[in-house]
């Protein structure tokens, strides 16, 4: 079935700098959309992406959707504590069900 | 809208017992899914359900595990009997669809197994 890379794993930064976590596929993807799960959280939705090459921001951060529609990219401007959690990306099944990665786990010492 | 509802928050039981865990979906939304995660599998979808009905069931792991959704607002998903490889966090996830729609999960429910 289908299946999403996600990396990286586990991703320590200090506060300011920035992160990127990246979604690859081997098949074309009809939609890909974004999760964050912050410590004891449950995964709370944060964009869907569509369209090839799409570019979306939500205040610091970045998502795109790769030209081939192969992959996908969440960049976080100048972190801040706040930001700590677990990324997901999760890709759209041919049933409305919904695959997810193995998420990115950030975490930002202040 | 209260979003999902999720209960018991926690449960903590003995090896051999069967649990119940509840699930009352956001109105209007059609599909139900159950969720499993844990930090070795990460969050893997058991079972879900279009307009009450069981679509995909590939993920339960095996029989000890049954779900069902008798009618739009509540689903329940039981394991009998129960085992401590069977703790993780449970969640459920409603969604209205549209190839798919955005997913609203519940808080989860926090199983050990003793």
């Known amino acids: 079935g289908q299946q999403v890379m996600q990396i990286p794993q586990y991703q320590h930064v200090q506060e300011g700098e920035d992160f990127t976590t990246y979604c690859n596929s081997s098949t074309t993807l009809s939609n890909i959309q974004w999760y964050k799960q912050r410590p004891g959280g449950h995964p709370v939705f944060l964009i869907q992406?569509?369209?090839?090459?799409e570019v979306k921001k939500q205040k610091r951060l970045t998502f795109q959707f790769g030209e081939a529609k192969k992959n996908s990219s969440l960049h976080i401007t100048a972190t801040q504590t706040t930001d700590v959690g677990t990324y997901f990306c999760?890709?759209?099944?041919?049933?409305?069900?919904?695959?997810f990665g193995k998420g990115t786990k950030l975490s930002v010492k202040p | 809208d209260a979003g999902v509802i999720q209960s018991p928050r926690h449960e903590v039981t003995e090896m051999g017992q069967e649990v119940t865990l509840r699930c009352k979906p956001i109105s209007g939304h059609d599909y139900l899914f159950w969720y499993r995660q844990t930090m070795m599998r990460g969050l893997e979808l058991l079972i879900y359900f279009n307009n009450n009905v069981p679509i995909d069931d590939s993920g339960m792991p095996e029989d000890r595990f049954s779900a069902k959704m008798p009618n739009a607002s509540f689903s329940t998903l039981k394991i009998q009997p129960s085992e401590p490889r069977d703790s993780a966090v449970y969640f459920c996830?409603?969604?209205?669809?549209?190839?798919?729609?955005?997913?609203?999960f519940g808080p989860g429910t926090r199983l050990t197994v003793l």
């Open positions: 996830a409603s969604s209205p669809g549209g190839q798919p729609g955005s997913f609203f």
């Open positions: 992406l569509v369209k090839s090459g």
């Open positions: 999760a890709l759209g099944g041919s049933q409305g069900n919904l695959i």
